[in-house]
């Protein structure tokens, strides 16, 4: 069926380091797959987002980087600050945002 | 732009109680969402709605009920409230055309005792 995995549900990271938060999905028929972060109290805010027909996109100290041969998607945080330490959400959709499944997410704490 | 807001912000409930979530968008969005998130878990698509008037069940709709009359407002209602719905509940937006990029409110928080 449809999942949205991620390896790893716990990442700590010294302050200043590059982050990296992994995704698995399934459903090889997904051509949009988007990465929100989400603050202690707080609803899903939008990151950064990449189709189908790209590898790589980059925004202001994020990359997320898709690898559709084995299903992976992952979401790269230069210079982690403080203000990174969330949970982080992984989606994939088929086109349609009311088909967008989410993953568990993936808790970051950036350590000072 | 408030965004997306949602009220009330916590509520507890008895069981068999019924209540209403409400939720308000002022960027002129078509669609909107809810969605519940368990602890530890994604958040599960209940209900959404692709403009004024239409309505359309999502991964988790039983217990639930949606209604759309105005763009701005997408209300859910809980009717019977049973343990299992203790939950955070979202409700969400986005444009149309922009289906996939989402805006969120913060959230109202659940317990059902």
């Known amino acids: 069926g449809e999942s949205v995995g991620l390896h790893l549900p716990t990442l700590s990271v010294q302050e200043g380091d590059n982050s990296i938060i992994n995704c698995a999905y399934s459903?090889?028929?997904?051509?949009?797959f988007i990465w929100y972060k989400q603050e202690s109290g707080k609803g899903p805010q939008f990151i950064i987002d990449?189709?189908?027909?790209?590898d790589k996109r980059q925004g202001q100290r994020v990359t997320v980087l898709l690898n559709k041969t084995v299903k992976h998607l992952s979401l790269q945080i230069a210079a982690t600050q403080p203000g990174d330490s969330a949970v982080y959400f992984c989606?994939?959709?088929?086109?349609?945002?009311?088909?967008?499944?989410f993953g568990a997410g993936t808790r970051l704490f950036v350590k000072a | 732009n408030a965004g997306v807001t949602q009220t009330p912000k916590f509520r507890i409930l008895k069981i068999g109680q019924s209540m209403t979530l409400q939720c308000a968008q002022d960027?002129?969005?078509?669609?909107m969402y809810w969605y519940r998130q368990d602890p530890g878990m994604g958040l599960k698509l209940i209900y959404y709605s692709v403009g004024a008037g239409i309505t359309d069940k999502g991964e988790v709709p039983n217990g639930y009920n949606v209604s759309r009359s105005t763009t701005e407002d997408f209300p859910l209602r809980l009717e019977l409230a049973a343990p299992s719905q203790t939950s955070v509940y979202f409700c969400?937006?986005?444009?149309?055309?922009?289906?996939?990029?989402?805006?969120f409110g913060p959230g109202t928080r659940l317990l059902v005792l």
């Open positions: 989606a994939e959709s088929g086109g349609g945002g009311f088909k967008t499944i």
């Open positions: 459903n090889s028929a997904s051509d949009y």
């Open positions: 969400a937006s986005s444009h149309v055309g922009y289906q996939e990029t989402q805006y």
């Open positions: 960027m002129n969005h078509n669609y």
């Open positions: 990449i189709r189908s027909n790209m």
